[in-house]
């Protein structure tokens, strides 16, 4: 008969151990930081493509996904192949991974003053947005209507890798993001180098249809629930809605950037 002590030991065992390990230890995820992992075919594909990148520092891949990154990359020292739930475990729960992860060598960020102040031109700058899915949101539209960069204030701001790389669907890469200290003196720094700034807020006068000159544009956005900081907004040269005549008096901001951008883009081409 077993003893107290072996039968408590037992039940020790049992409680520790998990479902889907056979070798009684519960799964672990990585330690790394979660936020340092891209996934999906198309962020890591566009960070692969990358000329701007090295190499990554680490690359997970289905055996299908692997002969996909072989065939449009060649033989890449760093890529291992890994089962879909295996690749899961170094992400967050939930993440729709495609088969493909990696931990991306970091990515040269942009200076404000790499933007060039060409008519037309239009340069996104964040208030405090600090959602990464709205933020990656919001790099997919700047990237889909030809915007030439982003500015983000650095405290105030995710990284561009994890949920924003996956929702930004490969723009990353292809739109230059600025990080700054402080969003009113950059804009200061924008205007002084030919940029006009218009910032959006519900409560301007004129539209932003009536705004837009054609000239290198500053588009400022403001967080969903305060807009523009009064300061951030002051060093603005001008502030302009969209109207709405649905009557409906909000947007997400990812909805109300692609809306911005749309117009300016109208006025360019």
């Not at 950059?186 to 837009?212: I, P, Y």
Request: aromatic share 4%; glycine share 10%.
């Amino acid at each position: 008969m077993a003893s107290h002590t072996e039968r408590n030991d037992a039940r020790k065992g049992r409680n520790f151990r998990s479902k889907g390990s056979p070798r009684g230890r519960p799964e672990r995820r990585v330690s790394a930081p979660v936020d340092d992992w891209i996934w999906g075919w198309h962020p890591v594909e566009a960070a692969l493509a990358n000329p701007r990148r090295g190499a990554p520092l680490k690359l997970v891949a289905t055996p299908d996904k692997a002969r996909q990154i072989e065939a449009r990359f060649g033989k890449l020292p760093t890529l291992e192949i890994a089962d879909a739930h295996q690749i899961g475990l170094s992400l967050p729960q939930g993440a729709v991974h495609q088969g493909v992860a990696m931990r991306p060598a970091p990515l040269e960020e942009a200076a404000v003053t790499d933007f060039e102040p060409k008519p037309g031109a239009v340069v996104l700058m964040l208030d405090q947005v600090t959602d990464p899915q709205n933020v990656g949101a919001i790099l997919r539209s700047a990237a889909a209507f030809g915007a030439v960069g982003m500015v983000l204030q650095d405290r105030n701001a995710p990284k561009l890798t994890g949920a924003l790389a996956k929702a930004a669907a490969g723009a990353v890469e292809q739109v230059p993001v600025a990080r700054v200290v402080n969003l009113s003196r950059a804009l200061d720094e924008l205007t002084r180098s030919g940029w006009r700034a218009v910032g959006m807020a519900g409560e301007a006068e004129r539209a932003l249809a009536e705004v837009l000159d054609g000239g290198p544009t500053v588009i400022v956005m403001g967080s969903e629930g305060e807009g523009l900081r009064r300061l951030v907004a002051e060093h603005c040269d001008e502030l302009a809605r969209i109207p709405m005549p649905g009557g409906f008096e909000s947007l997400n901001v990812s909805a109300a950037a692609a809306v911005a951008l749309y117009e300016a883009s109208r006025r360019r081409a």
